[in-house]
């Protein structure tokens, strides 16, 4: 599923918000239905965990704690350590390099649909793992696919009911800082990881309601959402095509779904994941562009079929 800032904060319209709303308690009836006990994330993260002091391609968190933005879960997740780490190490043995973080912090990206799909962000143990959608440079996305691969062959070898969720995406192009173009304070806190003061929370909050106000009036320079780049990507992951995005460059990405579109590779290694189990189908489907939220957003849900190939 689709996350956004904007889901908590006033701006959007009530019958936006209602509709999201709607497919996020049908994604919800299907989590409950199936009542994992275990849920593995694939989550990006926006200079709240990860910085360009030190910034991996992949990491998976063997303890882990919401920072708290946006008015999501502040404090500990409920991360099986031991799992996490012979996760990682599986990862590894498969040919798929990540970082392990014995602590990590995790934004909005995490917690936000942990909550929504649960009631709660800590009622289910979770894995965490981190891609790195916003640090250039970017890996190609066939590599998050593999990525969910190796993640998918070691879940198939326990005996647990695991939920696997990506969060991100779709087309989107919110104003996030660069090195290049971050003034003094903001660039050494994506450079250094310097923790942000209340006001400057605050003012953070401020300026992402503003940009989607300035971007439903067409006021800024923000990249249009693109509802064709993102059915095409949907369309792929419900025909079970995914090796179809390997010749998806990170130029084309940019250019046709915006600066942060690159979070769709939390989806193509949840849907690895799954694809590594066998066959599967798409259960429920929804999509809509969204300028409220600055987000093309999508939600779905998917099952094993039982059948290889």
């Not at 709240?48 to 882990?64: D, S, V």
């Not at 806190?189 to 401020?206: F, K, N, V, W, Y």
């Not at 059915?231 to 600066?259: H, K, P």
């Not at 259960?283 to 969204?290: E, Q, T």
Request: a negative charge.
């Amino acid at each position: 599923m689709s996350h956004s800032p904007l889901l908590n904060l006033p701006g959007p319209s009530r019958e936006l918000m209602d509709d999201i709303d709607a497919a996020i308690t049908e994604a919800a009836a299907f989590v409950a239905d199936f009542d994992p006990q275990l849920t593995v994330v694939f989550a990006p993260d926006h200079y709240n965990g990860f910085f360009f002091k030190l910034m991996p391609p992949f990491c998976i968190g063997t303890a882990a704690q919401g920072i708290g933005d946006y008015g999501t879960h502040l404090g500990p997740l409920d991360v099986p350590a031991d799992l996490a780490a012979d996760c990682a190490a599986a990862v590894l043995e498969r040919g798929v390099d990540l970082a392990v973080s014995a602590n990590m912090d995790v934004d909005h990206a995490v917690v936000q649909p942990l909550e929504r799909l649960f009631g709660n962000a800590a009622a289910c143990p979770v894995i965490p793992i981190f891609i790195n959608a916003v640090a250039a440079p970017l890996g190609p996305i066939h590599r998050a696919r593999a990525l969910g691969a190796a993640v998918g062959e070691f879940l198939a070898g326990l005996d647990l009911r695991v939920l696997v969720l990506g969060s991100g995406g779709l087309s989107h192009d919110p104003p996030i800082p660069t090195l290049e173009t971050a003034p003094p304070v903001t660039r050494d806190r994506i450079l250094h990881g310097t923790p942000m003061s209340p006001e400057q929370r605050s003012a953070r909050q401020d300026a992402v309601i503003a940009a989607a106000r300035d971007f439903v009036a067409g006021t800024n320079d923000l990249a249009p959402l693109n509802p064709e780049f993102d059915q095409r990507f949907l369309s792929i992951l419900d025909s079970g095509s995914l090796d179809n995005l390997a010749d998806w460059s990170n130029s084309y990405i940019t250019e046709a779904g915006g600066g942060s579109a690159h979070e769709i590779r939390t989806w193509a290694a949840a849907f690895g994941a799954l694809a590594a189990q066998g066959g599967y189908r798409t259960v429920h489907r929804y999509y809509r562009p969204a300028p409220e939220l600055i987000a093309g957003f999508a939600i779905r849900t998917a099952e094993p079929t039982g059948a290889r190939g």
